[in-house]
């Protein structure tokens, strides 16, 4: 751990099928724990990716809610039937 580059013991990582003296129940617990850690960091990235997800949904579904909104408010096709029914009563 003196020299730059040089990793300390607790920091190496090993290979539980080479490393003597590990039992196999050792073995099983480490092969456990590895596996536990993966899916842990799995799940997170699969939230982050839900998440992102979920808002991009949410903005198309909000950006449909709105657009529909104002063109409902931007038709006038009532206020001419209106205009219509109107002038033919006038005629009438």
Known sequence: PGEPGETAAFARRIDPAR???LSPEQRRLMAQVEYAQRQRALRRRLRSRNVLLALG????????????FYSVSQERFLDELEQEAEAARARA
Do not use: D, H, S
């Open 57 to 68: 949904i949410g903005a198309v579904t909000f950006g449909i809610y709105g657009y529909t």
């Open 19 to 21: 490393e003597p003296g």
